[in-house]
């Protein structure tokens, strides 16, 4: 494990509201800091805006919507816009990822391919916003036929985290507009600068007025927004993502209308690996499913089940792997990890790692006593009945538990309130198909984990893990309700 070097401090940037297709300070006319977690610089002053703010918000995308000035245009309106939103995203790539880096000490080379996967969204998006269509009903009976059509579920609204502080946005914005559909957004006090700049990007790419809205707050006011946004009778949809506990009060909120509602919420996934996978692409991915983006993921790999013939062989390869992580200043390209988010972060981390030494063997890292750095923890000979295994840790924490044969590992990876994502490795594919199919999760993946490089495929969970799905055509369709017309042909 190496630690890079810092670098000097620098200015930040102001940015305010966006209601309306215009930039506003907040009601009350107050600001906050957001303070770069790797050197405890001032990344970026914003706007702190309050319910008022948001009602604003609403207001201008209820009238935005009714008014059919997005709604109502032809889909080849909805997909060039997209299309020069995605083209926008690559030309200010820069201003995208210096924010994400300095706001939530995300490494460089990670900031890069989210920038990247959320242009590539747009342009899905837009692809998908002129294929969509509806179907018919033309020969059941000789007298009459049915439309089945699909349409914008209205005004949506989107409360986003900070771990991926633009590709998490883009994936509810991109189809919501492909869809119609009008959007105010309060994304996360820890990093809302992407947001920000998206707001910019969408009003040069052409979106009419109070067809986007952003509100951001610190984290006093962000309680009150975002039960602003998922308690307005105006609005006809919330998607959240976050922890398990404020998504359930998001769906307190939102049943005084029966809106629609979606959540991204936790996991605690299983990584499963038999006596027979492919040993060092097993060991180099197990390491990055718990320790991607500093393990603050909610699909992170961070119960690894491995079978106890090679458990010895697999511990000692993985231990050294972890040492070649770089922790260090996320501006520079050869960083791994960089520092957790916050001091809160920070120290619910290390209350678990001091939790885990009770619970397991710890073989490698923890905090590095070097600012917010947590190295790759790893605990071996620890029960699937653990806390540090079954409660959601989001920093690079790792639970490894044995197992014998695939029944156990089936039932060991099932034993959890989660079911976001997990994986399994495997040489033999009926193992694999197998157990893919018996584990209670929204995604699996066979002999890879978090990508095999398949774009756009559905991601959501099960359980505590949530409701509803993002990304792929499903993720089009969260934001559509159905109409169907009965036509009678013989009067």
Known sequence: ?????????????????????????????????????????????????????????????????????????????????????????????????????????????????????AARTFEYYAGLALSDEGSAIAGRVPHAMGLILPEPVGVCAFITP??????????????????GCTVVIKPSHLCPGPVAVMAEVLAEAGLPEGVFNLVTSDIERGGVVGQALAGSPLVDKVAFTGSTATGRAVMRAAAGNNKHVALELGGKSANIVFADAPFEAAVATAISAFCFNSGQQCSAGSRLLVQKSIQDRFLEALVAAAGRQVLGDPLQNDTTMGPLVN?????????????????????????????????????????????????????????????????????????????????????????????????????????????????????????????????????????????????????
């Open 1 to 117: 494990m190496k630690i890079a070097a810092a670098r000097p401090h620098s200015g930040h940037p102001q940015f305010q509201l966006f209601i309306g297709n215009k930039s506003r300070a907040a009601a009350e006319g107050s600001v906050f800091e957001r303070r770069n977690p790797f050197d405890g610089s001032i990344a970026a002053a914003f706007a702190n805006g309050t319910a008022e703010d948001a009602e604003a918000a609403i207001h201008a995308a209820r009238q935005a919507f009714d008014r059919g000035i997005w709604s109502k245009v032809p889909a080849r309106q909805r997909h060039d816009v997209l299309r020069r939103a995605a083209d926008l995203i690559r030309s200010r790539v820069e201003d995208f990822v210096s924010r994400m880096v300095l706001e939530s000490g995300k490494p460089i080379i990670l900031a890069r391919g989210e920038a990247a996967a």
């Open 162 to 179: 900070w771990n991926f502080p633009m590709l998490n946005p883009a994936c509810k914005i991109a189809p919501a507009l492909a869809a």
């Open 343 to 491: 001091d809160e972060q920070f120290d619910r981390v290390s209350g678990y790692v001091e939790l885990g030494d009770s619970e397991g063997t710890r073989i490698h890292g923890g905090p590095t006593g070097s600012g917010l750095f947590v190295a790759p923890t790893i605990f071996a000979g620890v029960s699937n009945k653990a806390r540090i295994a079954q409660e959601e840790i989001f920093g690079p924490v790792l639970s490894v538990i044995a197992f014998e044969d695939e029944a156990e590992a089936v039932a060991l990876a099932n034993d959890s309130d989660y079911g976001l994502a997990g994986g399994v490795w495997s040489r033999s594919i009926d193992t694999a198909l197998r157990v893919a199919r018996e584990v209670r999760t929204g995604k699996m993946f066979v002999n890879c984990y978090n990508s095999a490089g398949i774009d756009d495929m559905p991601h959501g969970g099960v359980k505590d893990s949530g409701i509803g799905r993002e990304f792929g055509r499903q993720g089009l369709e969260e934001y559509q309700s159905v109409k169907t017309v009965q036509i009678r042909l013989d009067n």
